[in-house]
């Protein structure tokens, strides 16, 4: 009788052990989960400020050094 409840006490430390473990371990997963979410969504924030019109307009003056074309520049492809 006595083998037995001890048997059962320790079982029952056991699985509060290993649930201590798995609950330990669940938060680290929501904290990296939560992490991750916010670096997606800061990463499509920069894609699209990347994109963007004014972005690749002052991405071609300053880097490319381009600007607007003059009328000298401009020639006409096919016009009747």
Request: glycine share 4%; hydrophobic share 40%.
């Amino acid at each position: 009788m006595t083998v037995g409840l001890f048997a059962a006490l320790l079982m029952t430390v056991w699985e509060t052990v290993q649930s201590q473990h798995y609950h330990k371990d669940v938060s680290s997963l929501r904290r990296q989960v939560d992490r991750l979410t916010y670096e997606n969504a800061r990463m499509e924030m920069q894609i699209h400020q990347w994109e963007s019109p004014s972005h690749l307009d002052w991405m071609a003056r300053q880097q490319f050094k381009m600007g607007p074309l003059d009328s000298q520049h401009v020639i006409a492809i096919g016009s009747r």
